[in-house]
């Protein structure tokens, strides 16, 4: 079974996603790709200059995954300057956050990412483990002590479900989980 994708968290999105060299025609000239999450990691480093611990934490990734992510970059980036290419900044496996999200029905727990809870309402999304259109959406509260629920579909319900509980699963199903979490009850 594949290792479930590990998302890089950014925190600002760039202002211009393309630049071109000064040349007469700029859409014959080369370019390079630079995903979100290497432009999230220059801007890290080199911009508000912290330390790749820091920036790896910041990013939600380890910092060996931090200094690949970043070397890309300054590559792609040094290979446009010298060589005269195109700058196009798109894709990656970036995320703007992660949030839990619980089923009332089997009482499954899991990490999602901020883009796919705002579709939580698609028909298609459902618990990874038993298909339950049931869902809930977390959030941290400020301290990060507690997760706060919320209905984020219609039908879902008062939040009381069966109650699965248990340790472990991987949730690789149709929910499209990131990392599977200790699943819990719902709160009562």
């Not at 970059?73 to 990656?92: F, Q």
């Not at 959406?137 to 039908?155: F, Y």
């Not at 149709?174 to 009850?185: D, F, I, M, T, W």
Request: glycine residues 12%.
């Amino acid at each position: 079974m594949p290792r479930p994708v590990k998302w890089r968290k950014i925190e600002k999105m760039p202002a211009v996603m393309q630049f071109y060299p000064h040349v007469k025609d700029p859409a014959s000239a080369e370019e390079n790709i630079l995903k979100l999450e290497e432009i999230e990691a220059v801007r890290l480093k080199d911009l508000e200059g912290l330390e790749q611990g820091e920036c790896a934490e910041r990013m939600e990734i380890s910092r060996p995954t931090f200094q690949r992510v970043l070397i890309s970059a300054r590559e792609k980036i040094a290979d446009s300057l010298v060589n005269g290419k195109a700058i196009r900044i798109e894709g990656g496996k970036y995320t703007r956050g992660i949030h839990p999200v619980r089923c009332l029905d089997c009482g499954r727990v899991w990490e999602e990412s901020a883009e796919n809870t705002d579709r939580c309402s698609d028909p298609d999304y459902v618990c990874p483990r038993c298909s339950s259109e049931h869902i809930q959406c977390g959030t941290e509260d400020p301290a990060g002590k507690q997760t706060q629920w919320r209905n984020c579909r219609r039908g879902a319900g008062d939040g009381r479900g069966a109650g699965a509980g248990g340790v472990g699963g991987h949730g690789l199903g149709r929910g499209k989980n990131l990392r599977s979490v200790q699943e819990a009850p719902p709160e009562k």
